[in-house]
């Protein structure tokens, strides 16, 4: 029972640190990363597609994005919703290829950028402490149907413990190095 608590807890854990780094990959750091396209839908063939299926997204060097799309007919629908979205970038055409490119980011956006990562790691870290509550709720209600003694919930709690602090200094870790990413000129 005990095992299993605490496997659960290490595994919504991780899934928090998961959803940290997929969500820093999408800020933009003034090199060129094809997650910044990723959540752009298109509206081809009848609905709403994500980009990568309607066009080829590669790397053209490292402050520029090259779009082709399979269909020549969805350049424009592509641009549409390249203008639409958060990326705050002009697509450039020529012909059927468009080409996104990055500027350089200025210092008050790289600062910027950086408060948002803290305080994304902060909302994981949040996330990884519930989680922690949780686990530490559920030990206790154990011990109070008397299934465990005192002495196996206190290892129990200081096991979950040991568990969120290696959890929360991984988060500090991932934040850290994408706030260095960011001020890297």
Do not use: C
């Amino acid at each position: 029972m005990l095992n299993d608590i605490k496997n659960d807890a290490q595994t919504r854990m991780g899934k928090s640190i998961d959803s940290l780094k997929h969500s820093l990959t999408r800020l933009r750091t003034g090199r060129a990363s094809t997650s910044l396209v990723d959540n752009i839908k298109i509206s081809a063939y009848g609905s709403d597609m994500p980009l990568n299926q309607v066009a080829s997204v590669s790397l053209g060097d490292a402050r520029s994005i090259i779009i082709t799309p399979f269909d020549k007919s969805h350049v424009a629908p592509i641009e549409k919703a390249i203008m639409a979205s958060d990326v705050g970038i002009t697509p450039t055409t020529a012909g059927t290829v468009i080409r996104l490119n990055l500027p350089p980011l200025t210092e008050e956006r790289r600062k910027e950028l950086a408060k948002h990562v803290s305080h994304e790691g902060e909302e994981a870290k949040i996330a990884i402490r519930n989680v922690r509550r949780d686990a530490l709720q559920q030990v206790k209600d154990l011990q109070k149907k008397n299934e465990i003694t005192e002495d196996d919930e206190r290892r129990a709690e200081d096991e979950i413990q040991k568990l969120t602090d290696r959890f929360v200094k991984e988060v500090d870790e991932v934040v850290k190095h994408k706030e260095q990413e960011l001020m890297a000129v």
